[in-house]
């Protein structure tokens, strides 16, 4: 765990390649593209823990990725503000990571983008994609791989929700640069 201030970032697991000190300076950078100057704090932490929350929160009974959790505007100090908590499982940052090539280190600040551009009010599920156009040049700008939105992309009459994940091939998913 790391506190420095009123940012906090927890790892549960540990990930190759990212200390919590790392993941922090990530996640500034993230918010500071994003002009988000709210707090965020990051938990690191495994699929059980994931799907607890989910079942919790939004009343899945299933692990997920990534999951976020505005903060209450309402009676924080200016000065002190806090966007909200990001929740990501290591265990499936693992499972994708290794399906499309890259470290479980860059898939965990995928997921973080993903989660910090949901505290900064952005939603997917409802923005005529204008959240996945803010990844895909977030994601460019720091430097990542494919970000979580472009690799959801719906397939034939498929609807596909957060929690699932893409199972392509590798030769069919989609690379940017």
């Known amino acids: 765990m ?11 697991k540990r990930i190759a390649g990212l200390s919590p000190t790392t993941l922090e ?3 500034l950078r993230a918010r500071k593209a994003i002009h988000l100057r709210d707090t965020v704090n990051v938990l690191v932490t495994n699929s059980n823990e994931l799907r607890s929350l989910n079942r919790q ?17 309402a009676g924080q100090s200016a000065a002190k503000r806090l966007a909200g908590d990001v929740a990501i499982s290591v265990d499936i ?6 399906r499309l090539g890259h470290s479980v280190a860059d898939e ?10 949901h505290l ?5 599920e409802h ?23 472009e690799r959801m992309k719906p397939r034939s009459n ?11 091939a590798p030769s069919a998913r989609r690379r940017t640069a």
């Open 2 to 12: 790391l506190n420095a201030g009123n940012k906090v970032i927890i790892f549960r």
């Open 25 to 27: 300076r990530f996640v």
């Open 57 to 73: 929160f939004r009343g899945a009974d299933k692990a997920t990725d990534v999951l976020s959790f505005p903060a209450p505007v």
């Open 93 to 98: 940052a693992r499972e994708n990571a290794g």
């Open 108 to 117: 965990v600040k995928i997921l973080a983008l993903h989660g910090i551009l």
């Open 120 to 124: 900064a009010g952005f939603d997917h």
């Open 127 to 149: 923005d005529d994609g204008e959240m996945a156009r803010e990844e895909t040049r977030l994601r460019r700008q720091l430097k990542l791989e494919t970000g979580l939105i």
């Open 158 to 168: 498929d609807i596909l929700a957060h929690e699932k994940r893409d199972v392509r």
